[in-house]
């Protein structure tokens, strides 16, 4: 239950980041600000579709998705999907 209280957690804050992403997207005119912004909210969307995808996978191996990790976004942003 612990487990999927934590996917929950992680999937709520996804869509709080997807939310502001997409409020930003849909500005007609982008501030330097916002720009800056939507970079560092991409960069954590990547972060937390990461970490959840690695709890996935350790619950499929049958190993705690507690072991998994939020990764520095220069470690994931290169991954092909």
Known sequence: ME???ND?????????????EEHLYG???LTDKDIK???HV???LDQYWDL???RRALRDAGENPG????RPTD???????
């Open 3 to 5: 487990n999927n209280k």
């Open 8 to 20: 929950n957690s992680v999937l709520a804050h996804i869509t709080k980041l997807t939310e502001k």
């Open 27 to 29: 500005k007609t005119d």
């Open 37 to 39: 912004e939507l970079h």
């Open 42 to 44: 991409k960069s954590e």
């Open 52 to 54: 959840l995808r690695q």
């Open 67 to 70: 072991g998994a990790e939020m």
């Open 75 to 81: 470690q994931i942003e290169n991954y092909e999907q």
